[in-house]
Nanobody
Framework: VQLQASGGGLVQAGDSLRLSCAAS????????MGWFRQAPGKEREFVAA????????HYADSVKGRFTISIDNAKDTVYLQMNSLKPEDTANYHC??????????????????????RGQGTQVTVSS
């Protein structure tokens, strides 16, 4: 499986951006995908996750109410809609896929950075 992230850029505080993560080569279901970010000098941070086919999501408290994760199953693409961006959202964002997303605690593997595939990052910079 290959994951291709895109959509980053330079925006002002309060603006919106939508990140995309296109998956190719996936032949299984019951998977989950997540977005993560890492700012310079800081640890990697879980942002959001969604479980196939898209009816179950989980968010970090820091982005809840501002970010929305969604999936287009026809395109095998996961999106991260980011609204009301803040300077502290500045980071390199990457997506990842866990092919063993089962049960009510399906998101815990992703939150623990225990995933099977990872895409390259896309930079998001929010100016004040």
């Amino acid at each position: 499986v290959q994951l291709q992230a895109s959509g980053g850029g330079l925006v002002q505080a309060g603006d919106s951006l939508r990140l995309s993560c296109a998956a190719s080569g996936r032949t299984f279901s019951n998977y989950a995908m997540g977005w993560f970010r890492q700012a310079p000098g800081k640890e990697r941070e879980f942002v959001a996750a969604i479980r196939w086919p898209g009816d179950t999501t989980h968010y970090a408290d820091s982005v809840k109410g501002r970010f929305t994760i969604s999936i287009d199953n026809a395109k095998d693409t996961v999106y991260l809609q980011m609204n009301s961006l803040k300077p502290e959202d500045t980071a390199n964002y990457h997506c990842a896929l866990d092919k063993n997303a089962y049960g009510s605690t399906w998101y815990l593997r992703l939150k623990g950075y225990d995933y099977n595939y990872r895409g390259q990052g896309t930079q998001v910079t929010v100016s004040s």
